[in-house]
């Protein structure tokens, strides 16, 4: 369906974890740039909306596709074709029903066709955890979550699971969703899931609670087709998680990223101290960063650098971080701190390069995107899009300005305004109002301008002799007639308040100088 408005929504954080900061949820923004603009692709209830925008990110045109099945999973942008993931429930464990669906369509958003998985040991698909996407020729490799069937203990418990699609035939070439060993690694609870293909080997990354209780890396060798049978994957806990006091769930980790080089698998993420003895709850945590080599694929040979170090107590809130691989063999690290953004460059062995940048803005489930020196991503507030950006060859001028501002004070009098203007030597300024002074009078004068105070004129009395009579009455009714050059003060005439000085107002002159009124209407 055709728009011409861009779509609003909330994406703001929802990079970030969920329920007590446990677990991720599915990634609903994402971002493209091609034939020269952008194309901005988000679930937004139960559409997905397309939208385009010039290369100056300037809105173009929406489009709004309803969703096939109730749950999204996820969106995969290539150049040749779009991929969507969406399921349902299927609570009654019905092998007969399609608990997700992978869609294809162009690159003009036609649809052209799509698979299903039944069953597949699903109640909920998606379910405390996200999908991620990863391609390797024409098979198209999908790591994802699900609720499973009821176990012999009487629980549905969540784990990972893995899926991969010829997309030549558009069938399913291979799914792993049981209890079992799996090319790809089985992890459960499986809180965060990331995919990767690296020549012939396709690496998989999960945030396991218990089985393990590590974030853990599997590596496949796919040289000779997906292996069968029993097969174990070089496994590395790469981030071993310590025992919790409180409830198993809560492991203090929250992962955001997942790349690599071409010496080292790179993993981006916060966590609380993991010394153990916590509940993990409320803990200061700090962002950390793995380096795993690819020649010694090992947790002995594995890094962890700790990007930050705020101290137990510093109360300093850090969204879960995002880890852009760029065109110049380095990789971009940005998090939330509070309510502005912190990043920094990693080389691809993973150590700090530089030191760590700090600008205004805002971070959403769009994964930035790099394009040409500029790093690009989009961010929602019960909005239409807001388009940030990060200008890589100068990236100290998104540091933010301090201003130092000097004062040009034009003083105020008794009866004129004045005012404060600040000006900065970057040409920002602003300028604060000061009130009119008002006349101070001392014995009738002012003391700050000399003015004379100016004695108000006594209502009824017009010739201003100080009385209140006939007199007054008489030059009214003269002034009503006509007459010229009878010295009247109309401010003092008007004594009813009507707006209007005539005989109205001399007959209750009148009236107040025999005592038949104490006082004129417009007093009151």
């Not at 861009?6 to 990634?27: E, F, K």
């Not at 499973?148 to 699971?161: E, K, P, R, V």
């Not at 974030?215 to 049978?229: C, E, F, K, Q, W």
């Not at 700090?286 to 109360?315: C, H, M, R």
């Amino acid at each position: 369906v055709p728009d011409q408005t861009p779509a609003t929504s909330n994406n703001w954080n929802a990079y970030d974890y969920v329920n007590a900061l446990r677990w991720t949820t599915p990634i609903y923004s994402y971002l493209k740039y091609e034939n020269g603009g952008y194309t901005r692709v988000e679930a937004i209830g139960d559409v997905l909306t397309v939208e385009r925008y010039d290369g100056q990110m300037q809105f173009l045109s929406r489009n709004d596709i309803p969703l096939e099945l109730p749950i999204f999973g996820g969106a995969y942008l290539c150049d040749d074709y779009n991929f969507v993931v969406v399921g349902q429930t299927n609570l009654e464990e019905n092998d007969e029903v399609e608990v997700i669906r992978v869609i294809r369509y162009t690159k003009d958003w036609t649809r052209v066709d799509s698979v299903g998985l039944f069953g597949a040991n699903t109640t909920v698909p998606f379910d405390a955890g996200c999908l991620r996407f990863a391609r390797k020729d024409n098979f198209l490799f999908v790591r994802t979550c699900h609720e499973m069937y009821t176990s012999d203990d009487g629980l549905n418990h969540q784990a990972n699971m893995t899926f991969c699609v010829d997309i030549t035939a558009m069938e399913m070439e291979y799914a792993t969703y049981l209890v079992e060993y799996n090319p790809f690694g089985y992890v459960s609870h499986s809180f965060n899931q990331f995919i990767l293909v690296d020549g012939d080997h396709v690496l998989t990354l999960d945030h396991g609670d218990y089985y393990p209780r590590s974030v853990v890396m599997h590596r496949a060798d796919l040289s000779n087709g997906i292996p069968t049978g029993w097969y174990q994957p070089e496994t590395v806990d790469v981030f071993p998680i310590a025992d919790s006091t409180g409830h198993y769930n809560d492991t203090g980790v929250a992962l955001g990223g997942f790349e690599y080089s071409t010496t080292h698998y790179l993993v981006a993420g916060n966590s609380t101290s993991q010394d153990g003895g916590i509940d993990f709850r409320g803990y200061q945590r700090n962002i950390f960063l793995t380096a795993t080599p690819k020649d010694d694929f090992s947790a002995d040979a594995t890094t962890v650098t700790w990007i930050t170090d705020y101290e137990e107590g510093a109360d300093v809130a850090l969204g879960t971080p995002m880890l852009t691989k760029l065109n110049d063999g380095r990789f971009l690290l940005m998090w939330a701190v509070d309510d502005r953004i912190n990043f920094c460059f990693i080389t691809e062995d993973g150590q700090l390069d530089g030191e760590v940048y700090e600008m205004e803005g805002r971070l959403s489930d769009c994964m930035p995107i790099q394009v040409g020196d500029k790093l690009v991503w989009y961010v929602t507030n019960y909005s239409a899009p807001e388009f940030y950006t990060i200008d890589l060859s100068d990236p100290g001028q998104n540091i933010p300005h301090e201003h130092s501002y000097v004062a040009d004070v034009l003083e105020p009098t008794c009866t004129e305004p004045g005012c404060i203007t600040y000006t900065c030597d970057c040409g920002d300024s602003y300028t604060e109002y000061l009130d009119a002074l008002g006349h101070d009078y001392v014995d009738g004068v002012c003391t700050r301008c000399g003015a004379e105070e100016e004695i108000a004129a006594l209502l009824g009395d017009v010739n201003g002799d100080g009385q209140i009579d006939t007199t007054d009455a008489k030059i009214i009714m003269q002034y009503d007639l006509g007459m010229p050059n009878i010295g009247i003060d109309l401010s003092a005439a008007d004594v009813n308040g009507d707006g209007v000085t005539d005989t109205t107002d001399a007959k209750l002159i009148m009236q107040l100088d025999v005592g038949i009124i104490t006082e004129f209407p417009k007093a009151n």
